[in-house]
């Protein structure tokens, strides 16, 4: 279910509840970059900035890619989907809520466009082939999904997961799909900026790191060094 939290970072109830995941040599498999093809659609948004959402499996590790994207003014840690009463982590966490662990990320398309985002979420976050789980973590909260929040993201990810299909990058058919945007309830406090408050953390340490250091060899042009904070 849930991973290596230290007792003292978070509220007795929650972290009473929280289930270590066995690591395993094919779970640590499964997060290896694959270099996802350049979108041949590109997306057209106009000026100034725009919102979409992220669902990648845990969100410290898709919140930590995206803070170190140039372009990207914010990335914020929360629950896509169900209702408010269950959006906690304590209650998604039985993956009966409908919620996704999902990220808000704040862009500007003239810096870094849409289809390119998306680029960067399936070469470096999230594996496209896999439903309901992601790295160790296993459960619909866990599910990877694409949340358009306009018509021209929803066009230019329903093409990216058709070219992406085609492409021959993986092997397994891509189960990703598209989700009409719901709310998004921001997450706790202690989630936001995860990565960059806890950078010795266990689980940082073996499944996010190797994230953000495949985006700055992957995509040195779209790297950013500092770490975007909420």
Known sequence: MKRHFLAAMVPLAI???????????????????????????????????????????????????????????????????????????????????GHAEAVRVVYDPKIVRYDQLLQIFFSVTADPTLRNRQGPDRGSQYRAALVPLSAEQRKVAAAYLKQMQASGKWSSPIVTE?????????????????????????????????????????????????????
């Open 178 to 230: 598209i989700e009409a945007y719901k709310k998004f309830y921001k997450a706790e406090t202690y989630h936001q900026d995860f990565m960059v408050k806890n950078p010795r953390h266990g689980y940082i340490v073996r499944w996010d790191k190797p994230k953000v250091a495949a985006l700055k060899a992957m995509y040195p042009s779209h790297y950013r060094s500092t770490f975007i904070r909420n």
């Open 15 to 97: 972290a009473s509840a929280i289930v270590i995941p066995a690591y395993s040599q094919s779970a640590a498999a499964l997060e290896r970059p694959v270099a996802a093809p350049a979108a041949k659609r590109f997306a057209n948004e106009g000026n100034g900035l725009k919102t979409a959402v992220f669902a990648g499996g845990c969100f410290w590790g898709v919140e930590a890619v995206f803070s170190h994207v140039k372009g990207v003014k914010s990335a914020v840690s929360g629950y896509h989907g169900g209702n408010a009463a269950t959006a906690t982590y304590e209650k998604t966490n039985t993956g009966v809520t």
